[in-house]
């Protein structure tokens, strides 16, 4: 072949489009330990599960610790998190209960779900062994074991949950469809027509005056965002703004739980608004541990020495704290964390 | 209910030509004219004879607003949440508001937004995409190798299977914000799966893939191969910019026509296997609690559904009787709506929207329906038909299928009840 030949084929093959099915020899092969480090996803038939074993006894503290803040200490759930348990026969009533014991197919999803996603802001946090306790001491909550039973990846796939077989393919196609793709009626289709539900009897729907007004004032509010704004308060001179914004980031590791600023209320956690340099456990209308309504009795004030000892290991601190916080460790990020929280007031 | 109003001409039964649209225009005009809506000035318009502040200062140059923002007239156009719906916002969901929004694309900060663990704000440049499982080589793809594969642009809506859910039971909430605003529809520029996929191999025993969230739920939903090879999308850009935050920055899967949960946000792995994996949004959740105690799972395509956006509940009726236009989208994760059908009685007697803008595949479509009110209650419903002949149910043809309980995936048609004074509600008619 002579050089010019060759180097129109070249050229060629370089200006060829990329084609779908051919690879283009882009990124890298992962390695084992990327592999190994992220797939964590387990299945019905037990693919996916690590090493490990643990039982009833040993999950009960362990979901005390870091589910019952949300789920109940029965699994029955606090305000509108999921329910865990019972509900058995309840799949044909109104309002069904739906939970692991009542609804849910397969063991496998508790398992992949607290191991992936749980507790919630604090994923992967539960070793193997706490995963499996933690899913026996569900199974137990919702009567399907004995006080004795241990799950391990040994006797995993025996455990069946009762409602598995409820399932079904969607079957809209054949169910559905054919009735519903015709040609529907266009004139004199009804004789006559009555409300028979209102929304406005219910009356659930959020700020709908608040956005008409809003509407409605569109002009003078704009005036009065372009008014002069009140001098703000002197600030506190020690704190940087950079150290606050340092704050009000750390403080994502905490606001699941618990809430600051004007409006805010009680949570998972106690609303921390005015909780820099405030006797510990007395936030109104908060239900503490045991452990922290004694330190309460006991004079524990939250100085800011005092609170950064518990945030950095609130288990060390305060042992029986209902707290699931691993803790916070970098000491700079504390520290950001405790000027931001001295910004809020009581009020 | 007696005579509600008359419709104009223009929207014949047949569907509007446009010379149809011309006539109407004139007698629209006529219209107004005869039952004299059109006003008469009582003195002159300030608004016309005193200089107005943007007409006597200079304004803002080019550098105030390097990102542009809406009109501070504009203020009350924002996602909203309803509060007593989730545990916490955290783990929460608010709503588009589609009654200030026209034509086909939303906004990009108007999206609703739904997560189980937060915004995750990923640095791309530790952002990686592994794909693993049955496949020849597993392989890990960082944010610049993405950009070297050929990327497609394409317009789809995306719905929460959960919109219209609080529906199920009778009329709840009072806006379509609320009742509808689980949806969006974007123009999103990606890389097929398919090519992503084929980099890796996928071995003939690989069926379904597991695509997974880098975020705090570490979400994921399992999907059939077939349905990843045809027209799934790892999308980068919305509405031509990066992905907000909010929409999964730096990577999201886009699985067109299909329920809202499975566009895996943050998305950093897609494994491969050869049984799905019945994980917790596919079993506990996205599952459809049937009236017998059955249900059913992997239901994953969006039927054809419609909304009257304007008049609705925070948007009424404020001109009082004449010319008035009637605005609402419909949608199919089946295809495309070539027809669209209103009433203002009720469903007594139906009239052809006319369809106005794109139509493009699995995408929202806007329709229109002009008509002259006279001022007497209304009860308006839409009804959407989709390239595929499926036409929109009731919702008591829907309860009949399902019963009351299964949350997911209710597109029955929507009423509401426009009373004397223009103001709308939500409302449920026989």
Known sequence: MSRFLETALALAILATPAVASEKLGIGRPALPEEVAAWDIDVRPDGQGLPEGRGDVMTGEPLYIDNCAICHGDFGEAIGRWPVLSGGQGTLTRDDPNKTIGSYWPYLSTVFDYVRRAMPFGNAESLSDDEVYAITAYLLYLNDLVDDDFELSRENFTEVRLPNEENFFMDDRDTVELPALTREPCMENCKDSVEITARAAVIDVTPEDTAAREQRAEGAAQAEVAAAPVEPAPEPEPAVSEEMLAAGEKAFRACRACHKVGEGAKNGTGPVLNGVVGHPAGMVEGFKYSKAMKKQADGGLVWTPEQLDAFIADPRGFLKGTRMAYGGMKDDDQRAALIAYLATFSED | ?430
């Not at chain 2, 649209?21 to 008469?40: D, K, M, S």
């Not at chain 2, 695509?211 to 799934?232: H, L, Q, V, Y």
């Not at chain 2, 839409?382 to 595929?388: G, P």
Request: glycine content about 10%; hydrophobic content about 35%; overall charge negative.
């Open chain 2, 1 to 430: 209910m007696t005579k509600n109003g008359k419709e104009l001409e223009m929207t014949d039964r047949n569907g509007a030509s446009r010379r149809d649209f011309l006539r109407a225009g004139l007698a629209g005009g006529a219209a107004a004219l005869a039952t004299g809506t059109v006003a008469r000035a009582a003195g002159p318009d300030p608004a016309i004879t005193e200089q107005q502040p943007w007409r006597t200062m200079l304004g803002e140059g080019v550098d105030a607003r390097p990102y542009g923002a809406p009109s501070q007239y504009e203020a009350h156009v924002v996602r909203r949440n309803v509060e007593w719906l989730t545990a916490d916002p955290i783990s929460s969901v608010n709503f588009t508001p589609l009654h200030e929004l026209e034509g086909i694309i939303t906004p990009n900060g108007l999206c609703f937004e739904r997560h189980h663990g937060g915004i995750a704000e990923i640095d791309p440049a530790k952002h990686r995409l592994m794909i693993n499982g049955l496949v020849d080589t597993p392989l890990v793809f960082t944010m610049a190798d993405l950009m070297r594969f050929p990327r497609e642009n394409r317009v789809y809506f995306l719905e929460c299977a959960a919109n219209s859910g609080m529906e199920w039971r009778g009329a709840q909430l009072n806006g379509c914000q609320y009742t509808h605003g689980m949806i969006h529809n974007l123009v999103y520029t990606g890389i097929p799966l398919k090519y992503l996929l084929d980099e890796a191999g996928v071995r003939t025993n690989g069926k379904w893939i597991l695509p997974e969230g880098g975020d705090a739920a570490g979400m994921t939903r399992s999907i059939p191969i077939e349905k990843a090879m045809e027209d799934c999308l790892v999308a980068f850009k919305m509405n031509g910019e990066a992905l907000r935050p909010e929409q999964g920055y730096p990577l999201r899967l886009v699985v067109p026509g299909w329920e809202g949960n499975m566009w895996v946000k943050w998305l950093r792995r897609i494994e491969v296997g050869d049984e799905p994996w019945h994980h917790r949004e596919e079993t506990s959740k996205y599952t459809d609690l049937l009236a017998g105690g059955k249900a059913r799972r992997f239901t994953w395509v969006m039927d054809a559904k419609s909304v009257i956006t304007n008049p609705s509940p925070q948007a009424p009726i404020t001109h009082g009787r004449g010319p008035a236009v009637l605005s609402g989208v419909a949608w199919s994760g089946r295809g495309t709506i070539p027809r669209v059908d209103v009433t203002i009685d009720g469903g007594k007697n139906w009239y052809q929207a006319r369809m106005d803008g794109p139509s493009f595949d699995k995408s929202m479509h806007r329709f229109y329906f002009e008509f002259d009110w006279d001022g007497s209650p209304l009860l308006l419903q839409s009804r959407a038909h989709d390239s595929t002949g499926y036409v929109q149910p009731t919702k008591d043809e829907l309860r009949a299928f399902r019963g009351y309980e299964s949350i997911y995936h209710n597109n029955g048609i929507q009423t509401w009840y426009v009373n004397e004074k223009g103001e709308a509600e939500n409302v449920e008619v026989s």
